[in-house]
């Protein structure tokens, strides 16, 4: 079962990249790093999922090093709107699969 | 497409009570997962169905059950409330188990 660590919590000016990062020592053969963001009072918000190398859509890349071991969550140029708590989440697609969410990383987005 | 739809939204219930909460996954959707969201816990897995078969527990006691119905949609139920049962309460579903997860807005549970 893959534990996963991330920072507290992290600040940032308005347009600055920023990159997050979590562990995942444990990590299976099978599982998947996908991240979320959450805003108060909502639920979870699916961002990006990869696992291995670099994925990137329209809102963020991950990067996922060869032993697998991490992953970086990367948010380019951000606004105050992505001030929110990024939870990192390791958990593989098979019927044994059991879901563990990092403790969640608080960030802050000022001007 | 509609999303995952959680109700209610708010509940407030008593110490020694049980309460049922639902969850209505995007159509098509086979998974869906439970999870208890407290300031002090954090994110927590309660359990997952797919295709009304409970696949995955988390370390809840037995208090905490659901189940799923032909049509996906999901019903938790937790019996003999504690205090500490006060949480947001989240439910996810997915095209299959362990692909990316769309959440419902969660049902805020108050036990007093």
């Known amino acids: 079962l893959a534990k996963t660590t991330q920072p507290i919590s992290m600040d940032s000016y308005e347009g600055q990249e920023v990159n997050i990062t979590c562990s995942h020592n444990?990590?299976?053969?099978?599982?998947?790093i996908t991240w979320y963001q959450q805003f108060p009072s909502q639920g979870p918000r699916f961002i990006i999922q990869?696992?291995?190398t670099k994925v990137t859509n329209e809102v963020a890349s991950l990067f996922i090093p060869a032993d697998r071991k991490s992953s970086t969550l990367s948010l380019p140029r951000v606004s105050l709107s992505d001030t929110a708590v990024y939870y990192c989440?390791?958990?593989?697609?098979?019927?044994?699969?059991?879901?563990?969410f990092g403790t969640g990383t608080r960030l802050q987005v000022t001007l | 497409k509609a999303g995952v739809t959680q109700t209610p939204r708010y509940l407030i219930k008593t110490r020694g009570q049980q309460v049922t909460l639902s969850c209505s996954p995007i159509?098509?959707?086979?998974?869906v997962s439970w999870y208890q969201q407290t300031p002090g816990q954090g994110l927590q897995f309660l359990f997952e169905y797919f295709s009304e078969t409970q696949r995955n527990k988390g370390n809840f006691p037995g208090r905490f059950s659901g189940r799923q119905f032909s049509n996906s949609r999901s019903e938790m139920n937790v019996s003999t409330l504690e205090l500490g049962d006060s949480a947001l309460y989240l439910c996810?579903?997915?095209?299959?188990?362990?692909?990316?997860?769309?959440f419902g807005s969660g049902t805020r549970l108050t036990v007093v």
């Open positions: 444990n990590i299976a053969t099978n599982d998947y």
């Open positions: 990869g696992y291995k």
């Open positions: 996810a579903s997915s095209l299959e188990q362990g692909s990316g997860y769309t």
């Open positions: 159509s098509g959707h086979r998974s």
């Open positions: 989440l390791v958990g593989s697609t098979g019927t044994a699969s059991k879901l563990t």
